[in-house]
């Protein structure tokens, strides 16, 4: 799966999962949406997000989140 907003860069926040190289990491917004903040509150709080990384992010989850088991 290919994510064009989500980066992994060593030098921003220790390599964590962020949006756009920026220092807001995805477990932060997931967290945010997760505890009951709407789209538009999480953008008034974080200006420089667009609706687009917001959806980026719960799809990044749900990939992670893909479970697949082997038999042994």
Not at 14 to 31: E, Q, T
Not at 52 to 69: P, Q, S, T, V
Request: glycine content about 2%; charged content about 25%.
């Amino acid at each position: 799966m290919i994510f064009e907003r989500i980066t992994f860069n060593t030098n921003i926040m220790h390599g964590k999962a962020c949006i756009r190289n920026m220092r807001i990491p995805v477990s932060l917004v997931l967290n945010l949406l997760a505890n009951g903040m709407k789209e538009d509150e999480i953008i008034k709080e974080y200006p420089s997000l667009q609706r687009e990384d917001i959806a980026e992010c719960l799809k990044y989850a749900a990939w992670l989140a893909i479970e697949e088991i082997y038999a042994a």
